[in-house]
């Protein structure tokens, strides 16, 4: 199956501070979805992406698909310490298939 | 709205004893998927249910793992006999019928094989 590649694995930042991730991959993905994990909680979804190049927002957090179709970012801006968690992007294998999921980013964030 | 529910939320087992896991999804929602994370790893999709029916269960790691889905509402994951590296954390998902639907996931079950 595809396997989705995410980068950094993890990161220390100070609050106030923007904050940028990516997930690529080998294949074609034709949505890219980003959740975060808190602490004790399952995946949320925070955005869905659904085509090429489509940039979409919210609230701080800005997510593209890209253009290739084999990578996504997501950036968080001024970050606050409730971002702290484990972002993972997603996408489904193919067509229907069940997500494929990163291993994850994990975010610390400094008062 | 209730949200997914899992139980229990922790479970510490010895290795070869039985451990069953229990999710019942947002009630209406007809697809239910297992997820599993081994630490530091991905989630990893186990199986997934349409109603009482098991669409894709190419994630099952072996035979030792057995998910129901009775009557199409909750479901449950029996992992007999465990082994240690079965430990990690199981999610269940549910989700509305239709295309592109968003998965909701519950907080999820820490197994811990000793």
């Known amino acids: 199956g595809q396997q989705l590649n995410q980068s950094p694995q993890s990161m220390f930042i100070q609050e106030g501070e923007d904050v940028s991730m990516n997930c690529t991959s080998s294949?074609?993905?034709?949505?890219w979805l980003w959740y975060k994990q808190d602490p004790g909680e399952g995946p949320v979804l925070l955005i869905a992406l659904y085509k090429a190049g489509e940039l979409t927002s919210n609230g701080r957090l800005t997510a593209q698909f890209g253009i290739t179709r084999k990578d996504s970012f997501l950036n968080i801006s001024a970050s606050i310490p409730s971002d702290v968690g484990i972002y993972f992007c997603?996408?489904?294998?193919?067509?229907?298939?069940?997500?494929?999921f990163g291993k994850g980013t994990r975010l610390s964030v400094i008062a | 709205e209730a949200g997914v529910t899992q139980f229990p939320s922790h479970s510490v087992i010895e290795k070869g004893q039985t451990v069953t896991l229990r999710c019942d999804p947002i009630s209406g929602h007809d697809n239910l998927y297992w997820y599993r994370r081994v630490m530091g790893k991905e989630i990893k999709f186990l199986l997934h249910f349409v109603k009482e029916s098991k669409q894709d269960e190419s994630g099952m790691p072996n035979n030792r793992f057995l998910a129901e889905r009775t009557g199409g509402t909750y479901s449950t994951l029996k992992v007999q006999p465990a082994e240690l590296e079965d430990s990690g954390v199981y999610f269940c998902?549910?989700?509305?019928?239709?295309?592109?639907?968003?998965?909701?996931f519950g907080n999820g079950t820490r197994l811990t094989v000793t």
């Open positions: 998902a549910s989700s509305q019928g239709f295309a592109k639907s968003p998965l909701h």
């Open positions: 294949s074609i993905f034709n949505t």
């Open positions: 997603a996408g489904p294998d193919s067509g229907n298939t069940p997500l494929v």
